[in-house]
């Protein structure tokens, strides 16, 4: 690299926060894939375990990354909902909203986490401790109403007596 493409891509990491080791980490993703493109979701993730959440200059560098095209990344990102487009808690409580969730329930659900964290939907809670959310399924049918907590632990059958039991201390 001459001297001006050094600089440029010391703006870059200045700006976006990707680090040289960073980078190399994101090689290391990409590398068992026979088309880089193929890691754009692990890829997302790593930026997202490094921030918290994927920002529109993540997405930028993640684009030209992999080289394609922006509107893909930002699609990916905006489709799946393990994706965070803002800071969240510390804990992310996802609510499944589809109709045998709905119809067991989850809509009632819903309302006690609100009130009991005392934020709606969509939002984090003043101490940054809970991000409320709901999902569109969680794939859990059989234990409607169901909740996933911090992205991995389900909890379902759930009703107002024990709601307040799934949340993390």
């Known amino acids: 690299m001459n001297n001006e493409e050094l600089r440029m891509k010391s703006e870059e990491f200045k700006t976006t926060g990707m680090t040289p080791e960073f980078v190399a980490r994101a090689e290391q993703i990409a590398k068992p894939y026979e088309h880089k493109q193929a890691a754009l979701l692990p890829l997302l993730r790593l930026c997202q375990e490094r921030d918290g959440y994927v920002t529109s200059e993540v997405e930028t560098w993640v684009s030209e990354y992999l080289c394609v095209p922006l509107v893909h990344v930002h699609e990916v990102v905006s489709f799946y909902t393990l994706y965070y487009r803002r800071p969240m808690g510390k804990h992310v409580i996802d609510v499944c909203r589809n109709i045998s969730c709905t119809l067991r329930g989850g809509e009632e659900v819903l309302k006690a986490l609100e009130q009991h964290l005392g934020i709606k939907e969509g939002e984090t809670?003043?101490?940054?401790?809970?991000?409320?959310?709901?999902?569109?399924?969680?794939?859990?049918?059989?234990?409607?109403?169901?909740?996933?907590?911090?992205?991995?632990?389900?909890?379902?059958?759930?009703?107002?007596?024990?709601?307040?039991?799934?949340?993390?201390?």
């Open 125 to 169: 809670t003043p101490d940054g401790k809970y991000s409320l959310q709901t999902v569109e399924c969680l794939c859990a049918c059989e234990q409607a109403p169901v909740l996933q907590v911090d992205g991995g632990h389900y909890v379902g059958s759930l009703n107002l007596e024990n709601i307040m039991e799934a949340l993390p201390k």
